[in-house]
């Protein structure tokens, strides 16, 4: 399933009312975790807004209400708000999980990862030591 989410906006500028949203796929985002998405010119990309334009700053200055997660990021939507670091995290664990699943249907025969948590244990700490090691 993909993860998208729905951003929305609304404000005024010089005596108009603009009334953005976007069906935004967080796929597409970086899971750095340092570095977090830039929903507004996301936002204004998608709607045609220039991000060097004075319209963007002003849009840059109003909060942004997000609705309709799908995927992992539905659970990190609540009342309007998202949490970033929820979805990456969620969306890390499902990445992780999707490299060691196959690993461990090859070599061990287990069609169900998640129903031996041991195990799923010990591959992610074999998977993050690589993972650190490498860097």
Known sequence: MKNTIDAHLEFSFQGEHHRLSATLNLDALPLDEDTLPD??????????????SYLYEVMESCDLEFSNAAGVAAPCLHDGVFDVACFQARRRAELESAILAPIARRHLNITDLDSEPALKQALLEAYHAGQTAAH
């Not at 929903?39 to 998608?46: M, N």
């Open 39 to 52: 929903f507004h010119r996301l936002l204004a990309q998608a709607n045609g807004i220039d991000t060097y």
